[in-house]
């Protein structure tokens, strides 16, 4: 800022001096240019132009056909759609486990003996590992006849469950599945708000006698705040995001119950069956929406932190 | 600290809970170390119904024949191509847009900035029609040069809010002072700023890598043949192929964890740095 109000002491060539005057100004948009075209070539203008495909009927090869608001009145009355859209709800019920149950772990670990650095690690390893290998973990976990779970379940009620095969379950043993990395990583943003606590007031609490939940919710919750809150965003982005374990796991089977919409709009713009392209976009608009609510939300509360902090 | 550290609570108490921890953990890892056995378990002990015993051999030749029959290494050796790059142009353009919003104060700053980090949220799906119809278009499809653009460019709304941050946490006085001297912004960026960001770069190139190397759903969208497919996607087709054959697919998956599982021990530091950013104040 007091740059550019300084005297220019030497005489120089227009140009440059042009350039020295308006330095300040200009430098951000030169640093911004490369990484705002990239951002907006793939992830702005595609967002709009999902919103433009919706309208038509297109195989992705030949001509589109304007179709109005035909996509979205099929999707209607479209009992996959219901299914998708029942499964992302449980999904996202489900998913938000992960924030208590990270937290749980997270208060186990927090002590310092021996080794317990390496335990952390090793309990965060979960998150590390690609969803398509943990997809394939459990898929081994729960497979009928010889998977430990199957045997479990065997041993204490006497009859298997194939949890893959089963409409009803299927669902609730691939978000299993999900949560397994999920608590991992709410767990380890736990472990780094413990660490900051501040002990004084830990102490101070401890002589007015809060202990135990109390001492939780009252003292050591406020203060992992900024904690829960990324833990609750990710954990929400992570729910309806999900794609990767279903495709996995089931391939949205048995007979479609396990497909969730970001599953069923990649079914229906790339299957085996057809691309429907229009249709596949729609279903795509649908899935931004509801995250889109989420996610203002999020930057609402972001916008409002940064506005106090500066 | 809390809870209260098990010392205080006597002898026993630290007894106790080093009994539990290893019992813990086996229990969090049960599929990973199921897997892990099974990988090394040799088929006949699979056709034989020792499942969870302690396999009759070491058959490191399920991990021969994995690489022998199949696709694997030339999958592995794709992750990297597409990885690498990825890595190295999203932190390179974070570190540009991370300079401009972190330091100048101009009136759509937080605009630009905020739509980076929604453009971070959005589902894959809305993107998924245009950017494969976009690559096709533009010859890019079932290329490596075609994930990696799109890879980058994601990536850059993450990397910003991730460089802005760090670079906002530095010290005001530097960059006021080098302007004081008359320094041109460029060399301020270059000279001053780029080496303290050196733990931030560190931190967003492990967390980059292991993103990129386990992404799957845009190396099934952008790619299609077993010459550019990249491990993740591999292993799907993979495992269509190993129907039931498990000490194939986990061989398989464990040789598709391993790089990410060797590159987050190796700088651990800095992985949970990135990952925690903004998780304390």
């Not at chain 1, 469950?161 to 691939?174: C, E, Q």
């Not at chain 2, 080496?195 to 931190?203: C, S």
């Not at chain 2, 996607?233 to 269509?240: D, H, P, R």
Request: charged share 10%; with cysteine.
């Amino acid at each position: 800022m007091t740059r550019a109000a300084l005297p220019n002491a030497r005489a120089e060539a227009p140009p440059r001096s042009w350039w020295r005057a308006n330095q300040q100004r200009l430098t951000p948009w030169l640093f911004l240019a490369p990484g705002l075209f990239m951002f907006g070539l793939y992830v702005i203008w595609p967002i709009a132009d999902s919103f433009w495909l919706s309208f038509f009927d297109w195989d992705g090869l030949g001509e589109k056909r304007w179709i109005g608001w035909g996509n979205y009145q099929e999707l209607r009355t479209d009992p996959a759609f219901y299914t998708s859209l029942k499964n992302n709800v449980i999904w996202l019920a489900l998913y938000l486990l992960a924030v208590p149950a990270g937290l749980m772990i997270a208060i186990f670990l927090n002590q310092t003996v021996f080794g317990i650095r390496l335990y952390k690690s090793l309990f965060f390893f979960p998150f590390v590992i690609s969803q398509v290998v943990v997809g394939l973990m459990f898929s081994w976990f729960y497979a009928p006849n010889f998977g430990l779970f199957y045997q479990l379940i065997e041993w204490i009620t006497g009859r298997g469950v194939a949890v893959l095969a089963d409409p009803d379950l299927v669902t609730y043993g691939i978000i299993a599945a999900g949560l397994w990395p999920q608590i991992a990583y709410v767990m380890i943003l736990y472990l780094t708000g413990l660490n900051n606590v501040s002990p004084d007031q830990v102490e101070a609490a401890r002589l007015d006698g809060a202990r135990g939940w109390r001492m939780l919710w009252y003292v050591i919750l406020p203060q992992l705040r900024p904690a829960t809150f990324i833990a609750v965003v990710v954990t929400v982005i992570g729910a309806l995001r999900s794609f990767d374990l279903v495709s996995i796991m089931t391939d949205g089977g048995p007979f479609g119950s396990s497909r969730v919409l970001s599953f069923y709009m990649f079914e229906q713009a790339l299957s085996e069956y057809g691309f429907r392209m229009g249709y596949g976009a729609a279903i795509a608009v649908v899935l931004f929406l509801i995250m889109m609510v989420f996610i203002s939300g999020f930057i609402w509360k972001m916008v409002r932190d940064e506005r106090e902090g500066y | 600290m809390f809870p209260r550290p098990v010392q205080q609570r006597g002898p026993g108490a630290v007894a106790t809970y080093q009994v539990l921890l290893p019992i813990a953990l086996v229990l969090w890892l049960l599929p990973l170390l199921g897997v892990a056995l099974t990988s090394v378990r040799p088929a006949s002990d699979l056709a034989s119904g020792n499942y969870f015993g302690w396999p009759s051999a070491f058959a490191i030749e399920n991990y021969a024949a994995v690489f022998q029959n199949s696709p694997i290494g030339r999958y592995m050796l794709n992750s990297l191509i597409v990885t690498v790059p990825t890595v190295l142009g999203a932190v390179a353009l974070s570190c540009l847009t991370g300079f401009a919003l972190g330091v100048y104060r101009f009136r759509s700053n937080l605009l630009i900035f905020f739509m980076f980090v929604a453009g971070n949220f959005v589902p894959f799906q809305i993107l998924m029609v245009p950017v494969r119809d976009m690559s096709v278009q533009l010859g890019l499809y079932n290329s490596y040069q075609g994930l990696i653009l799109f890879h980058i460019a994601f990536q850059t709304g993450f990397c910003t809010l991730f460089m802005r941050n760090f670079i906002r946490a530095l010290p005001r006085e530097l960059i006021e002072a080098a302007r004081v001297e008359g320094v041109a912004e460029w060399r301020i960026f270059w000279f001053i700023v780029l080496p303290l960001m050196r733990p931030a770069i560190a931190a967003l190139s492990v967390l980059i890598f292991t993103f990129i190397w386990n992404d799957y759903f845009w190396a099934t969208v952008l790619t299609t043949s077993a010459a550019t497919q990249t491990v993740t996607a591999g292993l799907y087709s993979l495992n269509g192929q190993w129907i039931a054959q498990w000490h194939l697919v986990s061989a398989g998956s464990i040789l598709a964890a391993l790089p990410p599982v060797i590159m987050f021990f190796a700088m651990q530091k800095h992985f949970i740095a990135g990952l925690t950013l903004g998780a304390v104040k």
